[in-house]
T-cell receptor
Framework: KAGVTQTPRYLIKTRGQQVTLSCSPI?????VSWYQQTPGQGLQFLFE???????NKGNFPGRFSGRQFSNSRSEMNVSTLELGDSALYLC?????????????FGPGTRLTVL | AQSVTQLGSHVSVSEGALVLLRCNYS??????LFWYVQYPNQGLQLLLK??????LVKGINGFEAEFKKSETSFHLTKPSAHMSDAAEYFC?????????????FGTGTQLKVEL
């Protein structure tokens, strides 16, 4: 069974631009969560989607948004990029989105904002 | 709100020595606890998880962790370190078993294994 895939793996943008990252969960998984990882703030939860609905949201500004499609694939968008948005963005999928479920992480998208 | 604290941002052990990575949790409800490992330029891989079925949890690659409610701890151990264990390890908690799966992570412990 294929794992969680994220595209692109690496991305370079300039301040003020916007970016869209994509995540394809494991087949059959309905929950997708996004995390931001930076050296200073560590791993922080962005949001979770389940059956196309945002179920939970972290403490990030409105520039960060996401969505989930009917096939459970998810995208996250960051508008008006800032230097501080440079990070590794990780996507995780789980079967039902319950705490007991194992979350499987993708390899991440490394975003660099210049 | 639930949280986890990892003591020691860097731990160094000799190959063949015991690995002990510390994690203490804070949660107002019985938590679900996890240990993840991250190798350079990769995502996170689950080592093991505690979901209240048994206090001693065995994971992959010879790792195990014991849930101690009295000490609010969930330390990760491995009897004999291998060079391939060098990586960053994260403890994480979910404090709401009934709904949602937002993971709250610790700050991570970088494990170095020396010859």
């Amino acid at each position: 069974k294929a794992g969680v895939t994220q595209t692109p793996r690496y991305l370079i943008k300039t301040r003020g631009q916007q970016v869209t990252l994509s995540c394809s969960p494991i087949s059959g998984h309905r929950s997708v969560s996004w995390y931001q990882q930076t050296p200073g703030q560590g791993l922080q939860f962005l949001f979770e989607y389940f059956s196309e609905t945002q179920r939970n949201k972290g403490n990030f500004p409105g520039r960060f948004s996401g969505r989930q499609f009917s096939n459970s694939r998810s995208e996250m968008n960051v508008s008006t990029l800032e230097l501080g948005d440079s990070a590794l963005y990780l996507c995780a999928s789980s079967l039902r989105g319950q705490g007991i479920d194992t979350q499987y992480f993708g390899p991440g998208t490394r975003l660099t904002v210049l | 709100a639930q949280s986890v604290t990892q003591l020691g941002s860097h731990v160094s052990v000799s190959e063949g020595a015991l690995v002990l990575l510390r994690c203490n949790y804070s949660s107002s409800v019985p938590p679900y606890l996890f240990w993840y490992v991250q190798y350079p330029n990769q995502g996170l891989q689950l080592l093991l998880k505690y979901t209240s079925a048994a206090t001693l949890v065995k994971g992959i690659n010879g790792f195990e962790a014991e849930f101690k409610k009295s000490e609010t701890s969930f330390h990760l151990t491995k009897p004999s370190a291998h060079m391939s264990d060098a990586a960053e390890y994260f403890c994480a908690v979910i404090g709401s078993p009934g709904g949602g799966n937002k993971l709250t992570f610790g700050t991570g412990t970088q494990l170095k294994v020396e010859l």
